[in-house]
């Protein structure tokens, strides 16, 4: 379940939180919590990645694509580290 915060400046709504049944998380602070208020820590770009996933359930993405969109397009280096991270936040939920 997604928070939704309108702004009058902006008609375009802000995500405050993200929920699930296990977890929330919030963009804005950019931590995590399990469903017992635990922290769960992840790496800069592990939690960006979860936030993507989160926010588009359902959608694939390509190693490319996850490169393009959480490293930017002038990333230099190994596509693999796309399934560390992914492998890592696995490991951590």
Known sequence: MLEWLSSNVNTTPAIIKIHTADLTIDPYTRIVMDKQGNQIYLTAKEFDLLV?????PGKVYSRESLLNTVWGYDY???EKIVNTHIKNIRKKL
């Open 76 to 78: 230099i280096g190994d």
């Open 52 to 56: 993507l996933f989160m926010e588009n």
